[in-house]
């Protein structure tokens, strides 16, 4: 498909468009380039050409190992995308290789994407330096994706869609800001529902007077992890923050890894458990995990408890393998899995 496709979609997203790069690195080059195994750190544009280039010089103990879209809401749709919703994904992305290497990487996973030519500057990166035990540090540099005006919003598109996903990461820029307002307007003259990733502890504690507005008048769902939730409410009570988080949507779904999820409503709570599997990386789960919850509540119209059941074993396959998203035949094994279940249950 052409990007700025005006055809209907499941699904409109608006997040960061960051492109993932995963290099193999010694711990002497790291510990030069002054980072602490297993750390995030972000960066400016100076810090980023630095390290970029001492990545890439001529005998660097460094080794170029992938390259793949990312972003926590491009994630997410990716997912909710590869098992059958049509999706539109919103983000800023400059005028240069890895811009063009992500724009395409959604088109040819079928995403729509607003046609509004690539901008000047650099797309936002995220360098994973992986050390020979494995652990990965994060080093991002956002570049134009934080700048997100409006005009990369196809608000007729929205207007056409079932429901608007956000990812809280946008409430650290106020041009960004201003666009969700814009966004969040054109949903709510349309009566779409609105569902809301709080993306980071780190986030609610800096930005939460901003992200209240999200949710005036409460938003359709609320997703989350438990340290999110615990950081919202200002308590270490989970139970507690369930009831401060309803205040902000009408449903709510917080996940706890290995422990499963909770899905909350008015009329109560349930506690749902996860698969025991073997993991070799969280990496992606989360953002799996809201990826199906949105295909299997928004596009399949299954209650919100069955869709987190599904979402479950989908970020539980997630962990088995590398990479910030589960590949479309996994999901889609998942999925038939999942349908065979409830065959069996029913038959």
Request: glycine share 10%; hydrophobic share 45%.
């Amino acid at each position: 498909m052409t990007p700025g496709s005006a055809s209907a979609c499941d699904i409109f997203a608006l997040g960061h468009a960051v492109v993932d790069v995963e290099f193999e690195v010694s711990p002497d080059l790291l510990a030069s380039l002054g980072f602490e195994p297993g750390a995030r750190y972000l960066i400016d544009e100076g810090q980023f050409q630095i390290l970029h280039a001492a990545l890439q010089a001529p005998g660097a103990e460094a080794r170029w190992i992938a390259q793949t879209g990312g972003g926590s809401a491009a994630n997410a749709i990716v997912t909710a995308q590869r098992l059958g919703a049509q999706c539109h994904f919103a983000g800023k992305l400059a005028r240069d290789a890895a811009g063009w290497f992500y724009q395409q990487t959604l088109q040819n996973e079928g995403v729509q994407v607003p046609d509004t030519p690539l901008a000047d500057g650099i797309s936002g990166h995220c360098l994973v330096l992986v050390t020979p035990d494995a652990e990965r540090t994060m080093v991002l540099y956002l570049g134009v994706t934080t700048e997100l005006e409006s005009s990369y919003v196809d608000l007729n598109a929205l207007g056409q869609a079932g429901c608007l996903y956000l990812e809280s990461y946008l409430v650290t820029d106020p041009v960004a800001r201003d666009t969700v307002g814009h966004a969040l307007d054109t949903a709510a003259r349309q009566k779409l529902p609105v569902i809301v990733s709080l993306s980071d502890a780190g986030i609610i504690q800096q930005w939460r007077n901003d992200l209240q507005r999200w949710f005036q008048p409460p938003i359709d769902l609320l997703l989350c992890n438990e340290s999110e939730a615990l950081a919202w409410a200002e308590t270490a009570d989970l139970g507690g923050a369930l009831g401060t988080l309803l205040q902000l949507a009408h449903k709510v779904v917080v996940t706890r890894g290995a422990s499963g999820a909770l899905v909350a409503e008015a009329t109560g709570h349930t506690e749902l458990a996860a698969p025991r599997v073997q993991a070799v990386s969280a990496l992606g789960a989360g953002d799996t995990f809201a990826g199906a919850v949105l295909f299997g509540h928004y596009q399949q119209h299954w209650p919100l408890l069955r869709a987190a059941e599904f979402a479950i074993r989908c970020a539980a396959r997630k962990v088995e393998f590398n990479g910030p998203r589960l590949a479309r035949e996994q999901l889609i094994w998942v999925y038939s899995q999942f349908l065979n279940s409830d065959n069996k249950n029913t038959g």
